[in-house]
């Protein structure tokens, strides 16, 4: 069974500090991982890794995908309370409708 | 510009009760999903539609039933509601299988 695991669960951080967010996955015919940014509403996508090891940068934020290991992280750096929400990620697969999501991790940036 | 909308934004309503829920995308997307978020904010697909025909069906309750008139609209019907269906209902597009879904604002159902 496709399984995408999330670490930490929560945290927070003072503003300014920098972030790193784990993803890990088990996804059968894998072609993707995806970050989303939820806040109140829609989760809006940040980022889609399909190569191992090119790291994908948006600003303060950025991300690297393991083909090898498995895993995902992302990073964000000099933290601003606009950057509290949850962060998702998911897996999808070349099956059509397949994005398996993690439980998502809480980021609270404390001013 | 809405890319993808759902309506309503809120529901309650009371168990046994039959409701409906609508999605739109204006993005010439090919495939349409349906997604539950809980209380513990974890998105578990239900089903995917691509150009109208039914792909996946995540062993949800046939009490929804998903209906796509064209591939612009996905609606979900929810029958003899539960207190357990208490959930926010997302609805997302995407071009395919290689590009990122598109969520809606969502849709929160409370059944009383």
């Known amino acids: 069974e496709d399984k995408v695991v999330q670490s930490p669960l929560s945290l927070v951080v003072h503003e300014g500090d920098t972030v790193t967010l784990n993803c890990s996955y088990e996804?059968?015919?894998?072609?993707?991982l995806l970050w989303y940014k939820q806040e109140k509403k829609a989760p809006t996508f940040l980022f889609m890794l399909?190569?191992?090891?090119i790291e994908k940068k948006s600003g303060r934020l950025s991300s690297i995908l393991d083909k090898k290991e498995l895993f995902s992280i992302l990073n964000i750096t000099a933290t601003q309370t606009g950057d509290s929400a949850i962060y998702l990620c998911?897996?999808?697969?070349?099956?059509?409708?397949?994005?398996?999501f993690g439980a998502g991790t809480q980021v609270v940036v404390t001013p | 510009d809405t890319a993808v909308s759902q309506t309503p934004k809120y529901l309650v309503t009371q168990m046994g009760n039959d409701k409906s829920i609508k999605c739109e995308q204006n993005?010439?997307?090919?495939?349409m999903y349906w997604y539950k978020q809980d209380s513990k904010k974890f998105l578990k697909i239900m089903f995917s539609?691509?150009?109208?025909?039914?792909?996946i069906n995540e062993t949800v309750p046939n009490r929804f039933s998903p209906k796509s008139p064209d591939k612009a609209h996905l609606n979900l019907h929810i029958n003899s509601l539960e207190l357990g269906d208490s959930a926010v209902y997302f609805c997302?597009?995407?071009?395919?299988?290689?590009?990122?879904?598109?969520f809606g604002n969502g849709t929160r159902l409370t059944v009383t």
């Open positions: 539609y691509n150009n109208k025909e039914l792909i």
């Open positions: 993005l010439g997307h090919d495939t």
């Open positions: 399909t190569s191992s090891g």
């Open positions: 996804v059968t015919n894998f072609r993707s």
């Open positions: 998911a897996g999808s697969t070349d099956s059509w409708g397949k994005f398996q």
């Open positions: 997302a597009s995407a071009q395919g299988t290689t590009s990122p879904l598109h």
